[in-house]
């Protein structure tokens, strides 16, 4: 399997024969036959693509990534990238912006670029844009091309890493819709997040630790950062606040039972230390739980 490095917008051109029109940015299209052959690509640059059609299947690692006509996926410097041909599409299409970090020296979005949760490398959830969104998305990379078509200025690198910012904000407005309009899956990825919990908290807390997000998002096939967005559209709150919630009721059940020491109730619910599980409960009800027991 050939292996490619990204670590310029030049070598990025280069594979895909493509012009260069800027050392650090590039606005490209690409819709040529391509010799079908997987590729592992190593990416020091920031890239959105948009998918035009089902030309190849991506994944990190072992988790595929969920695309299809007309979706966005995006990449970060660090992250390694499994490309597998599809056999069906002879022609793979895409539109795609890639950026070289040092674009982003010494401006805001460069100080600001870790709010874009989407680049984040576990994440494994594209972004399906409808017909209008398209067309902004379309219309945002013009405007760039259109910059970088014109002689290198004193002006040009803020206007282009303005729309790129531009661009980063309607992808976080797209998301934003795809967690409303994903409702009813939306509901399902919760309801299992909540039985699994229930499980967890039940019969693998003592022995695994305290319950994280980070674990129950990769039960549901996302990353921590997206299913934490997912939960809080779905029901208001964190996921992190959920488990909290969940952890202090079966906290209370287990105090009940006298037979059971603080020590013990500590231990099952996967407190690494004691104070940790004191702090814990006199943060969500204002007594320790021995004085709890004391009231009940």
């Not at 997987?38 to 695309?67: I, P, Q, W």
Request: aromatic share 12%.
């Amino acid at each position: 399997m050939q292996e490619v490095y990204f670590n310029t917008v030049q070598e990025f051109n280069d594979f895909y024969h493509l012009d260069t029109l800027h050392p650090l940015v590039s606005v490209v299209r690409f819709d040529k036959p391509r010799t079908l052959e997987e590729v592992t690509c190593h990416y020091g640059l920031y890239a959105l693509f948009l998918k035009e059609n089902k030309g190849c299947k991506l994944s990190y690692g072992r988790t595929k990534y969920d695309f299809d006509e007309m979706t966005v996926t995006s990449f970060a410097p660090g992250q390694v990238i499994h490309v597998e041909p599809n056999p069906d599409v002879s022609v793979p299409k895409w539109t795609a912006i890639v950026f070289h970090p040092d674009l982003l020296s010494r401006t805001s979005l460069g100080k600001r670029i870790g709010r874009y949760e989407f680049f984040d490398y576990t994440s494994n959830e594209a972004l399906h844009l409808s017909c209008g969104e398209i067309d902004i998305f379309r219309g945002v990379l013009s405007m760039i091309q259109q910059e970088l078509k014109r002689s290198i200025v004193k002006h040009s690198r803020e206007l282009i890493v303005s729309n790129i910012e531009l661009l980063l904000n309607y992808c976080l407005r797209f998301y934003d819709r795809q967690f409303i309009t994903r409702e009813e899956i939306n509901h399902s990825v919760v309801r299992k997040f909540t039985t699994l919990l229930d499980q967890y908290i039940a019969n693998q807390a003592q022995h695994e630790g305290f319950p994280s997000v980070a674990y129950f998002a990769d039960k549901c096939c996302y990353s921590p950062k997206y299913f934490g967005e997912l939960v809080k559209t779905e029901t208001g709150r964190t996921a992190k606040d959920l488990i909290n919630d969940r952890v202090l009721r079966a906290a209370l059940q287990l105090l009940n039972d006298e037979t059971l020491s603080v020590k013990m109730v500590s231990q099952q619910l996967g407190f690494e230390y004691p104070q940790h599980f004191v702090r814990f409960f006199k943060a969500k009800t204002g007594q320790t739980p021995s004085e709890y027991r004391k009231i009940v």
